[in-house]
């Protein structure tokens, strides 16, 4: 549905580009925007690429594992119907602790094995479990104590100070995870 939306605005913009003559401007800015992107992508590749790097070494060196058991201790309450030691806490574990250090790159491979795995304890496999909408509200929210992607593009673009994003970032992932597992806890109780 959004790639149909974002084709709508596209198709539009080239519309309009055509009949107020200004083409040219359109063909200029394509140009403009694919070199600073690729530009972007290089400047922003070895932070992605050392974050990325430190990740797996944790997770080769089992810190990774352990970081997710202790974890996995308080995400037992809110995921009272996963049996204990299920392989999916793991993966939900892991997709937390990528998510607090703002690496959602990281974080997606868990997520998809954390769904997967979620997905075999399943009754109804055509409807989201409890577990996996708790899950899904869990890593849309995104808690991040260290957003990793947001100080390499301030760096990036030269901010003068690149780390005063990090506690506002902190108090509104913390609210938004907060408010999004409060109304998901309530819900999930009217059903």
């Not at 990325?52 to 058991?69: N, R, T």
């Not at 999916?88 to 997709?95: F, G, K, Q, V």
């Not at 703002?102 to 974080?107: C, R, Y």
């Not at 990793?148 to 593009?153: D, F, K, V």
Request: charged fraction near 15%; hydrophobic fraction near 50%; charge should be positive.
């Amino acid at each position: 549905m959004v790639n149909k939306i974002w084709a709508f605005f596209i198709l539009c913009g080239v519309i309009f580009c055509i009949f107020t003559g200004k083409l040219d401007i359109l063909n200029e800015e394509i140009l403009l925007s694919a070199d600073t992107a690729f530009s972007m992508i290089l400047k922003i590749f070895p932070v992605m690429a050392l974050w990325l790097g430190i990740m797996k070494i944790a997770e080769d060196s089992g810190l990774l594992k352990k970081l997710s058991k202790q974890i996995s201790k308080i995400l037992k309450y809110l995921f009272p119907e996963i049996p204990k030691n299920h392989e999916s806490l793991s993966y939900i574990a892991s997709n937390v602790i990528c998510n607090m250090f703002g690496l959602g790159n990281a974080a997606t491979p868990f997520g998809l094995k954390a769904m997967q795995s979620l997905q075999k304890l399943n009754d109804k496999k055509d409807t989201a479990s409890k577990s996996m909408i708790t899950f899904l509200v869990l890593n849309t929210s995104g808690l991040t104590i260290i957003p990793t992607t947001i100080l390499s593009l301030r760096i990036l673009y030269k901010s003068t100070n690149p780390t005063a994003i990090v506690l506002p970032c902190l108090i509104a992932t913390f609210v938004s995870t907060a408010v999004g597992l409060f109304f998901n806890y309530l819900f999930s109780r009217r059903h």
